[in-house]
């Protein structure tokens, strides 16, 4: 980092300089006096007097890049899920003592103003939290990087339930403002879409040269919004640039004055739908349309952002693989390939082969599903007729890379039509998938197996052409956030015992291990680990209206709501038990008690998924009502689950629900962050776990259900989920009681197409591996039965898994694929 003076002066780092900049924004930004300010005031007062503190680093990380031009990363993401931005610039500037007191000698209480704060709702989960994660560690880390997105002005719907059936309303984060956030409308770029191509000679006689024109049928404007992503507590600070929609055009004063109030902002109205919402339901034409605009709008818009603001007058795009590597996170943002080949051959004149080969050194691929369905495809009628020159420029790839592969593997046409980017049936379609690893220099999975897999069967045949092209890089998760800030209590407990070095270093939680069979260690521990559980009693009580029993044990499943995901095995064991308690078969009295937790949210369109969650909220409602069964058995399912409830549900935890069907789920990280927080996990040989399990022992890990190779036997034999609903009488207990109504006032067909698709369907084998998922919750009661041995083990979970570090994720990721620098950081 530069040595000079700072281009602005950092306010003075005391509580009498805090105390001056915060009423100078209450007063000058706000314009309030203390005495008749709003919580909100109060908020955005305090919020932007934490920038303060940012601001020269920010100013002179930027300058820095720009003065020397190093080799860094650009991250594409369709979603950055960042959660409250305020604890974390507290953290990360060293304030968070500072501004507690400052703020007390005004008679404000800081927690009161945190709570204020409104979660941007600009991810869905993991792939969002994630990126969030990623580029926290690089700027710590000293990495120059900047993230690029969208400013969704809804973001992600609003989950309520109503008659335990989810329901979408609007999430209106922006509604009191954004104070993280810079405009630049004077930044803008103009995208297009839409209209045709045409061929024309550039040039006279041996230097005439044939190129293409596009000209576009309609274009909008790309305004970014700057949030400063601040190093732990270095001299570094990042950018994350997320773009909104905006039209050329927006108000028509003419058709105005006729009197068509709607026509006249029609063009506004039509752009701004682009940057309106995350993920708009695509079961509609329509919405398939907009998804694609949505993800062409904002490469379009950062590749060109890049190209003319970051990089200086007169750069030679021939070096642009020296300095910068875009990122492509999962396939949403892979478009942006074929417009990088645009921009140089179209915009730039370069002629094809040497614009190929710098587009092919400047992307990174990683793939975050093995699902068939979860990697995008593009009808060419749309992508045609949304982006015609890119669509010629796929096919022009296309040629190209088949050809290749004929010259490789010879006149095998299967094999070609295999790893064709164009898909033939069952329509005319672009494959993103084939174009990223046609065009990546690397492609990684996010877990040892899901990489294996990756190699192995969703793209084996890429595989075998470029063995070399293929890594693993497994995912990891922020200590900063999800340890630090998250768990105050055991972040204490961890420094007390080894320093506070572990926060950017999280290899040296090892240095716990012999704690774990030190008896007082153990018994503070488990204080803190009840007390993060009267934080989660106190806020879903006052956030949902949900009671939980403290004492009881805390089964956590959190995540999207999907299939794959496997919620309904979870909700069959719960309602086994139930049957179990209320027949007798379990003595009350000898059970341990537990309080399953559940959060998710299911896509709009998702019908299954959407019925799964009215089914947990229906039996929770039944065996909640209970007055003996629910002394020892709750479902709590707070709407709505974000970030910010993760930081207190996490912590809480003693169950870690990680059960997907083997072979399905790519890697996880909120298996990561429950470990990490203390946490024992149930879950099967699938993603991460397989890391998590082979780092914290077996004897710390309860390991249920088939393998990944035994899912794929059985599938391949014929599965016949009915078979097992047949042979298992507490499996068809606990179906038979879903069938008949008992969870729905007697209406059999209520939950009937969910019993229909478990017994017709059972794509991922729910009922396949239910009798192995009860015998390991059978393992997890006898565990917790020895509150020692249990703390015992959950220490030694919080010892191990260091290596799932965001950081470390991050020192790998620049080790074997992007060769970028680092200025600095921890």
Request: charged share 25%; net charge negative; aromatic share 10%.
């Amino acid at each position: 980092m530069s040595e000079t003076t700072p281009l602005i002066a950092s306010p003075e780092h005391s509580v009498e300089g805090f105390v001056r900049e915060y009423l100078r924004e209450l007063n000058f930004t706000q314009g309030t006096v203390l005495q008749r300010a709003s919580t909100n005031d109060e908020y955005l007062a305090l919020a932007r007097t934490v920038r303060h503190y940012l601001m020269s680093r920010w100013m002179e990380t930027t300058t820095e890049y720009y003065r020397t031009q190093p080799k860094g990363v650009a991250y594409l993401s369709a979603e950055f899920l960042l959660g409250r931005q305020l604890g974390n610039a507290l953290l990360a500037a060293d304030l968070t003592d500072i501004a507690t007191e400052a703020l007390a000698s005004l008679g404000i209480d800081i927690a009161e103003l945190a709570e204020a704060e409104v979660e941007p709702g600009l991810g869905n989960g993991g792939l969002g939290r994630l990126a969030a994660c990623f580029i926290d560690s690089l700027a710590t880390m000293g990495v120059p990087a900047i993230g690029y997105g969208i400013r969704y002005e809804y973001g992600i719907f609003r989950q309520n339930f109503v008659d335990g059936r989810q329901v979408e309303e609007p999430d209106h984060w922006l509604d009191n403002g954004s104070p993280w956030e810079f405009a630049h409308p004077e930044h803008e770029v103009t995208v297009s879409f839409g209209g045709s191509t045409e061929r024309y000679t550039d040039g006279e006689g041996d230097d005439a040269v044939e190129r293409t024109r596009w000209t576009p049928g309609w274009q909008v404007l790309g305004v970014p919004y700057n949030y400063m992503v601040p190093g732990y507590r270095n001299q570094q600070v990042n950018t994350l640039r997320l773009w909104s929609a905006r039209a050329t055009h927006a108000f028509d004063l003419k058709i105005f004055n006729y009197g068509d109030y709607a026509e006249a902002v029609r063009a506004q109205t039509f752009a701004e739908n682009i940057s309106k919402v995350l993920y708009p339901e695509d079961s509609t034409p329509q919405g398939k349309e907009l998804r694609l605009q949505q993800q062409y709008f904002f490469v379009a818009c950062s590749l060109r952002d890049f190209i003319d603001r970051l990089l200086p007058g007169g750069f030679d795009l021939r070096r642009l693989p020296e300095r910068i590597c875009f990122q492509l996170n999962d396939t949403h943002p892979v478009i942006a390939i074929p417009e990088l080949q645009r921009i140089l051959v179209d915009e730039e004149g370069l002629d094809w082969d040497e614009a190929w080969d710098i587009t092919r050194r400047c992307f990174a691929y990683t793939c975050h599903t093995l699902l068939p369905e979860a990697l995008e495809v593009w009808p060419v009628e749309l992508l045609g007729r949304l982006l015609p020159r890119h669509l010629e420029i796929i096919y022009r790839i296309n040629d190209d890379f088949l050809a290749e592969v004929r010259e490789s593997r010879g006149d095998d046409e299967l094999l070609v039509r295999r790893m064709s980017i164009i898909a033939e049936h069952p329509q005319r379609a672009v494959r993103m998938a084939h174009l990223a690893t046609v065009a990546a220099t690397k492609v990684n999975g996010v877990a040892e197996l899901h990489s294996q897999l990756l190699r192995d069967k969703v793209l084996a045949d890429f595989a075998t052409l470029w063995p070399e092209k293929f890594t693993n890089v497994t995912n990891g998760v922020t200590p900063r956030r999800f340890v630090r800030l998250a768990n105050p209590g055991l972040s204490g407990l961890i420094t007390e015992a080894i320093g506070d070095g572990w926060v950017t270093d999280l290899d040296r939680l090892r240095e716990l291990e012999p704690l774990a069979d030190d008896p007082e260690f153990r018994r503070r521990f488990r204080e803190v680990k009840s007390a993060n559980k009267d934080r989660l009693v106190e806020l879903l009580a006052r956030r949902d209206g949900i009671d939980i029993d403290p004492g009881t044990m805390l089964d956590v499943m959190v995540k999207r709501l999907h299939e794959y995901k496997r919620q309904t095995l979870k909700l069959l064991h719960v309602i086994t038990l139930y049957d179990r308690l209320r027949s007798g078969e379990l003595d009350l009295a000898d059970t341990v008690p537990r309080t399953v937790v559940f959060g998710a949210k299911a896509a709009p369109g998702y019908v299954m998924a959407k019925e799964i969650i009215a089914l947990i909220n229906h039996v929770g409602a039944v065996i909640n009502a209970d007055p003996e069964i629910s002394r020892v058995l709750r479902i709590a399912f707070p709407a709505n689950y974000d970030v910010t409830v993760a930081e207190t549900l996490i912590p809480a935890a003693d169950l870690s629900e990680q059960i997907s069907l083997a072979g399905k789920e790519a890697s996880g990280t909120g298996n990561m962050k429950f470990a990490l927080n203390g946490a024992l996990t149930v879950g099967t040989d699938d993603g991460a776990n397989v890391e998590i399990r082979q780092l914290v022992g077996d004897d710390h890990f309860f390991l249920f259900g088939l393998t990944e190779p035994e899912a794929a036997a059985v599938a391949e034999g014929g599965y016949r989920p009915s078979a097992y609903y047949e042979e298992n009488a507490s499996l068809r207990r606990a179906l038979d009681l879903v069938a008949r109504g008992e969870f729905s006032g007697g209406d059999r067909s209520t939950f009937e197409p969910v019993v229909s698709n478990l017994l017709g369907e059972d794509r991922f084998m729910v009922l396949a591996d239910y009798q192995s998922y009860l015998d390991a919750q059978e393992r997890v009661e006898a565990a917790y039965r020895d509150p020692d041995a249990w703390s015992r083990s959950a220490v030694l979970n919080v010892a191990r898994t260091g290596f799932f570090s965001s950081d470390r994720s991050m020192r790998d990721y620049l080790d074997r694929i992007w060769h970028a620098e680092r200025l600095g950081g921890a």
